[in-house]
């Protein structure tokens, strides 16, 4: 990951559990033909790869992403900032890459992928 130049925040994405605190998951909706939003992350959940709570992360929006990228992703219970594995049978797991964090496993017709981390800003 790089790190960014300054730009302003879109909302706010927990890396946790998604669904721990529904304060931390808002933020507004995307500008029209916005190619990328800036996330403020709550939570230390993927502080294995050097993203912390208070960091700002910028993601490509798509709705497609590869095994094992880091991607912020929309569940039942709010946004959130996880490594993104699919299985042929439709499953999700949403990985973090904080051992304190436990795996997440999801019905993938539950999540839509909001985008790809693609830099970090402290």
Known sequence: MRTS????????????????????????????NQKTATFKVIGNSMAGDNIYSGDKVVVKLCNFALPGMICAIQTPYGKCLKRFEPLPNGEVFLHSSNPDFKTQWWDGVDLTIIGIVQAIRR
Not at 7 to 31: H, M, N, P
């Open 5 to 32: 130049a300054c730009r302003k925040i879109d909302g706010y994405i927990y890396a946790g559990t998604s669904g721990e605190s529904d304060d931390c998951l808002s933020g507004k909706k995307t500008r029209k």
